[in-house]
């Protein structure tokens, strides 16, 4: 969600006359930090940026820096308190100020914080520079009507609200004909999706509706929340083919006393219950999680209890996290908070046992013919092994080589965008490799774009918001009445 509010900020720049700066140029005029506060250290490294820049920004008068995103509504005008040189500071709910901020903090020669308490415009209406030509994000929502004790999100991102489905699969449509092949559905809780217009079967809907847009290859989504997931969602994915049999739903804790602790209104017993359909439907699919270590008051037999539940639930991937103190949350405040070597430890366990699990159920798939949707960015060691890399429908990140059984390398012909199919040859707890030639290759449009250099962009709607420089002239009427 970060990552695409972070496009809408580059569309909006670009849209009001801004050009990227190019990686060589070491001092542009204006850096935005879009920044997250799910976590402690992303305050430490913001304001560890912010101190980086100030002697930059000394020896060029006329840079400007922006902070916005979570940090921002958080901290306000601290911001400016503490690193004076900033020169905007906006929030989660006016992301479509920022051009405007950074005229006015210009021409005023002085520092513009601007914090709504609610959403102004929906995210989507604004101009967006799409960073890949193949697979694009879609909010469905924004905000979250949950009450986590460990989360700081509601507070700053607001209450749920819900775009209509016409609008979604606009934008979906005019993604498509870009040439984006694969679509993520994003929310703070997609599944709650409908709640503000009183459909508690919208989300599934939606899935299927998705389903009947010619050339839209791939639909995931994320996050959903066990609360709120339903049958109808299951059998949305199962029978709409385009859906990705993938799912990625949070845990948190396997531990019933933790989870109440945590306002989560879920227990293991509907967790698990929620796979067992899941992989009923769907045998093939691949379930990744999200799990916290550390919360306060979590024993050892809570900690056994998360184990005991990740062994049964065989996620292909998970994120794992210690606890982190977020201020105004009420895990902050409770009593019996971990010391860290406690948290360490059970976090080193938690770490070992994941990738046993995620190893073995990855060799499940050595000797299977996977579709790959070729990527940028996933493989680090692509450059030194000569592989590609992209993702398989289930969500597993696969590298692949592109030489021929006779030595001749694909690596010319394969574009980001295009689809491959591929063996499985090794396994390893977070990836997987095929060794062989690709058996098949697939060009695409998205291939095309990716060739071509094009980003796909859609517009959104601008509403006054200034631009770069003095306006066009426009030449005066040559003839025709005036009106009084």
Aim: proline share 6%.
């Amino acid at each position: 969600m970060n990552v695409h509010d972070s496009e809408r900020i580059s569309g909006l720049l670009e849209q009001a006359g801004y050009v990227r700066a190019v990686p060589a140029d070491d001092t542009p005029d204006i850096v935005v930090f879009n920044t997250c506060a799910v976590r402690e250290n992303a305050d430490n490294r913001l304001y560890g940026n912010l101190g980086r820049l100030r002697p930059v920004k000394d020896k060029h008068p006329g840079m400007q820096i922006a902070v916005g995103g979570c940090l921002a509504q958080k901290d306000r005008g601290e911001i400016v308190r503490k690193a004076p040189w900033v020169d905007v500071v906006f929030g989660t709910h006016n992301i479509g100020s920022l051009p405007v901020l950074l005229e006015r903090a210009r021409h005023n020669a002085a520092a513009e914080v601007e914090i709504l308490e609610s959403l102004d415009v929906f995210p989507s209406t604004l101009p967006t520079r799409r960073e890949s030509t193949y697979a694009g994000w879609v909010s469905i929502s924004v905000g979250c009507n949950n009450t986590c004790t460990f989360c700081i999100v509601p507070a700053l991102r607001g209450k749920e609200k819900d775009r209509r489905p016409g609008d979604i699969l606009s934008e979906v449509r005019a993604l498509v004909d870009e040439g984006v092949l694969e679509v993520t559905l994003l929310g703070q809780n997609v599944n709650s999706y409908g709640v503000e217009f009183g459909d508690r079967y919208a989300f599934g809907k939606l899935l299927r509706a998705c389903g009947d847009i010619d050339g839209l290859e791939r639909v995931r989504f994320t996050s959903p929340h066990p609360k709120d997931f339903t049958d109808d969602v299951i059998a949305a994915m199962a029978e709409t083919p385009n859906v990705c049999h993938s799912l990625h739903m949070p845990l948190q804790s396997g531990s019933d006393d933790v989870l109440r602790a945590m306002r989560r209104s879920y227990r293991s017993e509907r967790y698990l219950g929620i796979i067992e359909k899941v992989r009923a439907a769907m045998p093939d699919a691949a379930i990744t999680t999200d799990i916290i270590v550390g919360f306060p008051g979590e024993t050892e037999a809570d900690f056994q209890r998360t184990l005991d539940v990740v062994r049964e639930a065989r996620f292909s991937s998970a994120f794992t996290f210690q606890y982190s103190k977020r201020p105004g949350t009420p895990a902050a405040t409770m009593d019996d908070q971990l010391p860290k070597q406690v948290v360490q430890e059970r976090y080193e366990r938690l770490i070992e046992t994941v990738e046993e699990i995620t190893w073995a159920e990855n060799k499940r798939l050595v000797g299977e013919t996977v579709e790959v949707l070729v990527a940028v960015g996933e493989g680090r060691k692509d450059e030194r092994t000569g592989r590609m890399s992209g993702r398989a429908r289930d969500g597993r990140l696969v590298h692949f080589a592109t030489d021929t059984a006779d030595g001749e390398s694909l690596a010319d012909q394969i574009r980001p965008g295009d689809i491959v199919h591929t063996t499985i040859t090794y396994a390893a707890p977070h990836h997987l490799n095929a060794d062989g030639a690709p058996v098949a290759h697939r060009r695409t449009r998205a291939g095309d774009a990716a060739e071509a250099g094009r980003s796909p962009r859609t517009p959104g709607v601008l509403l006054g918001l200034p631009t770069i420089g003095a306006p066009p002239v426009v030449a005066a009427p040559t003839a025709g009445c005036a009106t009084h």
